[in-house]
């Protein structure tokens, strides 16, 4: 069966003359799935999660990667969101995936073979249908680090990540990663963090961890942004980790189909900007062709 929610402004809301309470119901929230980045902890979240449980999202869950201080491939990264996005999916709570920069790419491979709605660019299509099953509203990249099409379709030409990034110190002796690879130009706190106070942004960094190369490095298997889900690409106009040239070289390509919002964030707008993560969460809480 399917759970419904009424929200508590139900019991506060406006009185007619005679009386008679005007009963506003309250769409039903989603459950959110929040995944972190590279190097990235859960507890990044922590604001939006306060954000999100005022505006009686009841359903929250920010996930562990297991990559982030394990030596370990992709596939522990994309089973932990599997298994918090499909626990609300068969609870008959419908979902919306939230993931920041490599986070992005872990919930676009998560949600493959998933019940969904369909997206804005396939209206046409029917829903899945499901009597006692949620389904997948859509994903969410802020500042998604994303595969190209061409790394599923020819997966002899998706290039090493040694080079990609100068933020990145690969340590190949034991198949780390530490976000220390440009202290002088582009210190975790300027690469990440660069709309915090210094106070903030050398506390977070103080929380980052080592990433594991091989999911890192790993090879996608499935492009979520091709039509199927709803997917949004949220791009911060201060993030100075992803080039807008990386940007528009995800978002231009033939087949891609992606709603684009902008926010004035750095990186990890988690954190930067809270708010605004907020609402662009509660606006793709509604199915896209609804
Ligand atoms: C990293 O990925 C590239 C491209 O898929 C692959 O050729 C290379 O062997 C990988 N590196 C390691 C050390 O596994
Ligand atoms: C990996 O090697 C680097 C040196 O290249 C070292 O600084 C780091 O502590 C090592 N990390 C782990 C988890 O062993």
New binding site residues.
Partial sequence: MRFIFLSPLLLGGAFLNGGLALVVRTPVKPAVVMVPGAFHSPEFFVKVIKHLDQANYKYLDAVALPSVGHIVGRQPDIDAVKAAMNKHLKAGRDVVLVGNSYGATVIGEAVKGALHYPSSSNCQTSASTSAVKGRVISLIYLSGFLPWISDVEHPETKQDIHGMSPIFNI?D??G?I?PDGDMVNAPPQKAFYNLLSAKEADYWTSKLD?ESFEAANATATYISYTGDFEVVYVVGDQDTAISLQLVQSWIDQPGAKFTVEHIDSDHVSMLSKPDEVTALIQKYSVPACA
């Fill in positions: 340590h002796n034991n780390t530490t080592f």
